[in-house]
Each structure stands twice: as structure tokens, then as C-alpha cells.
């Protein structure tokens, strides 16, 4: 039972427009949503968060929307650039579960081209 | 400051071996979890240690077990092995405060990727 879909297994954006990563979940259980970015050969690296009570949060050239009724999120990224290259993972956290376990998307590999 | 560091990078093993891989978690981090991630897949979540103790494990079979040692440092045992454990398996750390876990972001190694032929 995949309770977090990254439906789109890669995206190719040109450098300097947006990219949107979409993500949908099923478990109205979870509170709280990360995105995760991982280059070849590294762990993932945390990106950005959003908790359920809100619907948007930015961070420099990152922004993540949740739409609660849709169970939907996104990401943007303005403007794209050829260093954000890489596979981007979804995950999402029940609620009362601070600090545990993080159920992933099957992620999404970006491509930024010059 | 040293992030979290696993060992080995690689290895191969053949079915019905035994494997034991190593973990220590970013400084100032009391928590570890292990995540299993095959290929073209997500990271899915075997089980997480505090103090010590299995806190939370996720749907893995009782063949995974783990440790946690007073440095806060993790290994993950895996017995009698299977092809379909090939992966690659990352260990996250976090900070668990004081009795409530105060940093949702987990920090996690670049992995031991585990081949078993």
C-alpha cells in the first residue's frame, strides 16, 4: 500500500524556468511533509517541511504548497538551476509520531539543462 | 562537525550469509533509524533506536534486528539472507530533546549498498 505517490518518475526543466514536483498522499493521518534531495552516491539531504496547519512555506528559491482537501503536495523551484539536478523524494510523517518514522514517495529525478 | 557516517560503502554477500553494517549518527544526535532503499524505489523504514531500545519498527521481518551502543552509535543485522535484500541502506540520524523529538529533519549517510548474489 503506497500511502505517498510521486506519480511523474523524472521531469526535465530548462535553466531559469520553474520546476514542479507533485506529490499525493493518501493517509489523512500525516501532519507534517519534507521534501528530501538526493545526488548519486550521497544520502538525501533534507530540503524543506511543511506542517499540516499551513499551506505554503518558502525558502530562497523553494517553495512547498499543501492542499489538505486534495491531499496534494508541491514542489517549485524558481528559478531552476543545473546544480538542483537530481532525484527528489516526498515523505510524510503521522501525526504524534515526532521524530519517527518517515514514509517516502518513490521520488522524482529532476534534470536542469543549460 | 563529522555528519553521520556509515560502513562499509559496499558489499556483497551470498544468500543465507549473515550481515552486520555500522552507523554513527551526526554530533549531538541521540536517535537512529535505518531505511532500506531498493532501486527506483523511496527509502521505507526498518526501525528506529533511542536510549538504547527499538523505539519503532516498520513491516520488515524479524530477520533485521539492530543495536544501539551508550555512543548513540547503530548496527543493523540482517540474517539469513535473501536476494530481494539487495539495496541500499541508509541510516538517518536525528535528535530525540528531551523526551520528544525536536528536529524533524533527518540528517542521513550516504548508505551501504548491500548486493547478495
Known amino acids: 500500500d503506497q500511502q505517498v505517490k510521486q506519480n511523474s518518475p523524472s521531469l526535465s526543466v530548462q535553466e531559469g524556468r520553474i520546476s514542479i514536483l507533485n506529490c499525493d498522499y493518501t493517509?489523512?493521518?500525516?501532519?507534517?511533509f519534507l521534501w528530501y534531495k538526493k545526488y548519486p552516491a550521497e544520502g538525501p539531504t533534507f530540503l524543506i517541511s511543511?506542517?499540516?496547519?499551513?499551506d505554503k512555506n518558502e525558502d530562497g528559491r523553494f517553495t512547498v504548497f499543501l492542499n489538505k482537501s486534495a491531499k496534494h503536495l508541491s514542489l517549485h523551484i524558481v528559478p531552476s538551476q543545473p546544480g538542483d539536478s537530481a532525484v527528489y523524494f516526498c515523505?510524510?510523517?503521522?501525526?504524534?509520531?515526532?521524530?519517527?518514522?518517515?514514509?517516502f514517495g518513490q521520488g522524482t529525478e529532476l534534470s536542469v539543462k543549460p | 562537525d563529522a555528519g553521520v557516517t556509515q560502513s562499509p560503502t559496499h558489499l556483497i554477500k551470498t544468500r543465507g550469509q549473515q550481515v552486520t553494517l555500522r552507523c554513527s549518527p551526526k554530533?549531538?544526535?541521540?536517535?537512529v533509524s535505518w531505511y532500506q532503499q531498493a532501486l527506483g524505489q523511496g527509502p521505507q523504514f526498518i526501525f528506529q533506536?533511542?536510549?538504547?531500545?527499538?523505539?519503532q519498527r516498520g513491516n520488515f521481518p524479524d530477520r533485521f534486528s539492530g543495536h544501539q551502543f551508550p555512543n548513540y552509535s547503530s548496527e543493523l543485522n540482517v540474517n539469513a539472507l535473501l536476494l530481494g535484500d539487495s539495496a541500499l541502506y541508509l541510516c538517518a540520524s536525528s535528535s530525540f530533546g528531551t523526551g520528544r523529538a525536536t528536529n524533524e529533519k533527518l540528517f542521513f549517510g550516504s548508505g551501504t549498498q548491500l548486493s547478495v548474489l
Open positions: 533506536y533511542y536510549e538504547e531500545e527499538e523505539r
Open positions: 515523505a510524510a510523517r503521522k501525526g504524534g509520531n515526532q521524530g519517527g518514522k518517515l514514509i
Open positions: 493517509n489523512s493521518m500525516f501532519d507534517y
Open positions: 511543511i506542517s499540516s496547519i499551513k
Open positions: 554530533s549531538g544526535h541521540d536517535t
